[in-house]
């Protein structure tokens, strides 16, 4: 069965630091979406990318933060400077999109997640 | 405010145990209903998900939900629970207003189950 791939499992960075976490969505899916979890509270919504665009944004998602599709397989999400509280775990998410037989194009499968730790 | 609300923080029940699971959402007008579990050390699956039509919807592994429009409720059940079930729980939600179908998750239920 297809999976949501994301790399590194554990990026540990210095505070100030960009980091580039990334991650493989599941080959046919057009919609793509990455999630955080900061320990102990719950996941939140960060930003959904469509047609080489972002489609939909939440307050969290401020100008440290940008995605990006760089090739027809990757999808990242940059931090350019980390700060203490960016320590998370980042789950990016794909879904397809368009009405086709057989095809589960109303949910969002997850990757495993990278946790990320700002020192 | 809007959001989706998990009562249970940690539920801990023995084998064979009937389960109950709450989630209630504020948000008004059409939405679309998840049941996310986290086995531990491992991503988020979909148990089950209500997009319209009957209000009980059964998922994977002996799991359904029920969703109660006037109770704004969507409260996961299963008749009877097994050591394997062991996991968090996240109820979420998809509001109609998100073109992008953006998801809104409860803070979670740990499910602790013992043998």
């Known amino acids: 069965e297809p999976e949501v791939t994301q790399t590194p499992s554990h990026q540990v960075t210095q505070m100030g630091q960009e980091v580039i976490l990334r991650c493989v969505p599941i080959?046919?899916?057009?919609?793509f979406y990455w999630y955080r979890q900061i320990l102990g509270q719950k996941v939140e919504f960060l930003v959904s990318?469509?047609?080489?665009?972002?489609?939909?944004k939440s307050e969290i998602f401020d100008d440290q933060f940008s995605v990006e599709r760089p090739d027809g397989s990757n999808f990242t999400l940059k931090i350019r400077s980390t700060k203490l509280e960016d320590s998370a775990m980042y789950f990016c998410?794909?879904?397809?999109?368009?009405?086709?037989?057989?095809?589960?194009?109303?949910?969002?499968?997850f990757g495993p997640g990278t946790r990320l730790t700002v020192l | 405010a809007q959001s989706v609300s998990q009562h249970n923080h940690h539920v801990i029940l023995s084998e064979a145990a009937s389960l109950e699971l709450g989630c209630n959402y504020s948000?008004?007008?059409?939405?679309?209903l998840f049941w996310y579990v986290q086995y531990p050390g491992q991503h988020l699956q979909l148990l089950l998900k209500?997009?319209?039509?009957?209000?009980l919807v059964k998922g994977i592994k002996g799991f359904e939900a029920e969703f109660i429009k006037s109770k704004f409720s969507f409260n996961l059940r299963k008749p009877s629970v097994q050591w394997s079930d062991t996991a968090e729980y996240f109820c979420?939600?998809?509001?109609?207003?998100?073109?992008?179908?953006?998801?809104?998750f409860g803070s979670g239920t740990r499910l602790s189950i013992r043998p």
């Open positions: 990318f469509y047609n080489n665009e972002i489609s939909e």
């Open positions: 979420a939600v998809i509001p109609g207003y998100s073109s992008a179908s953006k998801i809104i």
């Open positions: 998410a794909s879904r397809y999109l368009f009405v086709k037989s057989g095809e589960d194009t109303d949910t969002q499968y």
């Open positions: 080959s046919n899916h057009l919609y």
């Open positions: 948000y008004g007008g059409t939405v679309n």
């Open positions: 209500y997009f319209s039509g009957d209000p």
